[in-house]
Nanobody
């Protein structure tokens, strides 16, 4: 099995910054695309950012210009640095990864989510 463990959420004031991290562990052969999605109360889950094995990145419109996604391939860890936070960034942030295990086809895994709250 594969586990995604997120860290770094919390309460921050508007205009502040935070860094989320997500480490994949378990029966891993290779981790392909990793990313972050977020879900605000009463809204659908939306893309925050993704990063491929070639380090190509993609950002959701709502965070573009304020977020930077990166990854550590040796640690199977993805990071999301968010700056100039706004109250509308308040959401549960979910880590996502496509993982090839040693004995199964590639599958998509989700973390349990980490809460980010931005106060005005």
């Amino acid at each position: 099995q594969v586990q995604l463990k997120e860290a770094g959420g919390g309460l921050v004031q508007a205009g502040g910054s935070l860094r989320l991290s997500c480490a994949a562990s378990g029966n891993i052969f290779k981790v392909n695309t990793m990313g972050w999605y977020r879900q605000a109360p009463g809204k659908q889950r939306e893309l925050a950012a993704t990063i491929t094995v070639d380090s190509d990145t993609r950002y959701g419109d709502s965070v573009k210009g304020r977020a930077t996604i990166s990854r550590d391939f040796e640690k199977n860890t993805v990071y999301l640095q968010m700056n100039s936070l706004k109250p509308e960034d308040t959401a549960v942030y979910y880590c996502n990864a496509e993982v090839m295990t040693w004995n199964a086809a590639p599958s998509t895994y989700w973390g349990q989510g980490t809460q980010v709250a931005v106060s005005s």
